[in-house]
């Protein structure tokens, strides 16, 4: 089974543009979350996606934007950048097991973000 | 505001050794517990859930869970250098299937 798929893997960019990235989740997995991940504050939660909608929002601004389409690949957009915005972007699959709990996210391998 | 509370370490054991990594949570309704493994520059890999109270033993791994204290641990039994990498723990509280909060991390290091 094929695991989560992020692209791009890298990207450099200049304050003020706008970026796109894009995840395909775990074949049969309906959520997606992002997390930003910074060596200052750790893995934070950025939102969740589950068909089509979004479920879940972390603490960002609204400069961080996402979607999903109904093959369950999602974007995430983040428009102005910021010098801060530079940080390991990851997005993550899960399911609920038959307990009714999440007993499983996986993540993608990452898009690191420079913003210069 | 929920959190999740871990030692950022460095843990330094010796190869051989059991490592023992602990997590505190804020929340009394989480609902799961994981622990990750996350390579300088790599993404997290996912190395074991629980959602009871007691031992769940994958491998070397063993996650240990007690909800009345809100706290829950990882032993590695006969630590290797490949196992040297910053663990994180997270916790999922129910609200949303796909929202774990995450610890900042225990970085762990042995030593051949």
């Known amino acids: 089974k094929a695991g989560v798929t992020q692209t791009p893997r890298y990207l450099i960019k200049t304050r003020g543009q706008q970026v796109t990235l894009s995840c395909s989740p775990i074949?049969?997995?309906?959520?997606v979350s992002w997390y930003q991940q910074t060596p200052g504050q750790g893995l934070q939660f950025l939102f969740e996606y589950f068909s089509e909608t979004q479920r879940n929002k972390g603490n960002f601004p609204g400069r961080f934007s996402g979607r999903q389409f109904s093959n369950s690949r999602s974007e995430m957009n983040v428009s102005t950048l910021e010098l801060g915005d530079s940080a390991l972007y990851l997005c993550?699959?899960?399911?609920?097991?038959?307990?009714?709990?999440?007993?499983?996210?996986?993540f993608g391998p990452g898009t690191r973000l420079t913003v210069l | 505001q929920k959190e999740v509370e871990q030692n950022s370490g460095p843990l330094s054991v010796p190869e051989g050794a059991i490592a023992s990594l602990n997590c505190t949570y804020s929340?009394?309704?989480?609902?799961?517990f994981f622990w990750y493994r996350q390579y300088s520059g790599k993404s997290p890999e996912l190395i074991m859930f629980?959602?009871?109270?007691g031992d769940k033993e994958d491998g070397r791994f063993t996650a240990q869970l007690n909800k009345a204290s809100q706290y829950v641990s990882l032993l590695i039994r006969d630590s290797q250098p490949s196992d040297s990498a910053t663990y994180l723990c997270?916790?999922?509280?129910?609200?949303?299937?796909?929202?774990?909060?995450f610890g900042k991390g225990t970085k762990l290091s042995v030593k051949p």
């Open positions: 629980i959602y009871s109270n």
């Open positions: 997270a916790v999922n509280y129910g609200g949303s299937q796909g929202n774990l909060i």
């Open positions: 929340d009394r309704g989480s609902q799961s």
């Open positions: 074949s049969g997995h309906r959520s």
């Open positions: 993550a699959s899960s399911r609920k097991g038959d307990r009714g709990v999440t007993d499983t996210q996986y």
